[in-house]
């Protein structure tokens, strides 16, 4: 079975601080797919990024950053310099590969960055 | 481009009452379409998903049904709603399975129900 872990619950930093939010997954399979979602206040589930489990390459868009290791079944979130419009629930999720796999959700991470 | 609407946008509905709750995509043909609810401070639960027209898994027991009556339209539906029912409703819709993307879910805007 696929189980995602935020061990963190809430962070609250100032603005321009840098933050990281952690997710450690677990799972039998060697094809698999991670994701970071945000939750603004609004609600609606804003799709970040998508890694597979063959893809260790880190990436960086702007102020994110994601970093997977597969030693570690991690794959953790980085936002540099954070501001206001950050503050949002991040969710982490894992999907195993074949039809009609279903996402796995952490219990997500309530970020709130302060002026 | 797809998009993805739900309605409505908050409801309150009294205990035993019935409920719909409706979910549509445009832009795309025989999604996968899923249902969540979010409980208050809590985690998404997976309650039931569809790969087709009239083809439903239930993923938790609970007193609340799906269906899809055609392609792109999925609803959630309750005869008698229960206190516990309330919470945050999300309705979801993936692309058939991609190779190096698995199956990318994208979420409409939700719906707040609470149950009174």
């Known amino acids: 079975a696929q189980k995602v872990t935020q061990a963190q619950t809430e962070i609250s930093v100032v603005e321009k601080e840098d933050v990281t939010l952690d997710c450690v997954y677990e799972?039998?399979?060697?094809?698999?797919?991670l994701f970071w979602y945000k939750q603004p206040p609004s609600g609606e589930l804003v799709f970040l990024i998508r890694?597979?489990?063959?893809?260790?390459q880190n990436e960086i868009s702007g102020r994110y950053s994601w970093n997977f290791q597969k030693s570690t079944s991690s794959f953790n979130f980085t936002i540099t310099a954070s501001q206001v419009v950050d503050s949002a629930v991040y969710f982490c999720?894992?999907?195993?590969?074949?039809?009609?796999?279903?996402?796995?959700f952490g219990k997500g991470i309530t970020l709130s960055v302060r002026p | 481009s797809q998009t993805i609407h739900q309605w409505p946008a908050t409801l309150v509905q009294p205990v035993g009452s019935p409920l719909s709750l409706e979910c549509t995509v445009e832009?795309?043909?025989?999604?996968?379409l899923y249902w969540y609810r979010q409980a208050a401070g809590r985690g998404l639960q997976l309650l039931f998903y569809?790969?087709?027209?009239?083809?439903i898994s239930s993923e938790v027991p609970q007193n609340l049904s799906a269906s899809r009556p055609q392609d792109r339209q999925f609803i959630l539906s309750s005869k008698k709603l229960l206190l516990s029912d309330s919470g945050f409703y999300l309705c979801?819709?993936?692309?058939?399975?991609?190779?190096?993307?698995?199956?990318?879910?994208?979420f409409g805007p939700g719906t707040r129900l609470t149950v009174t």
């Open positions: 979801a819709w993936s692309g058939n399975y991609v190779a190096g993307r698995g199956y990318e879910q994208y």
């Open positions: 890694r597979n489990s063959f893809d260790e």
């Open positions: 569809s790969v087709g027209i009239g083809q």
């Open positions: 799972t039998r399979d060697t094809t698999y797919y």
């Open positions: 832009g795309t043909s025989n999604p996968n």
């Open positions: 999720a894992l999907s195993e590969a074949g039809a009609n796999s279903k996402l796995t």
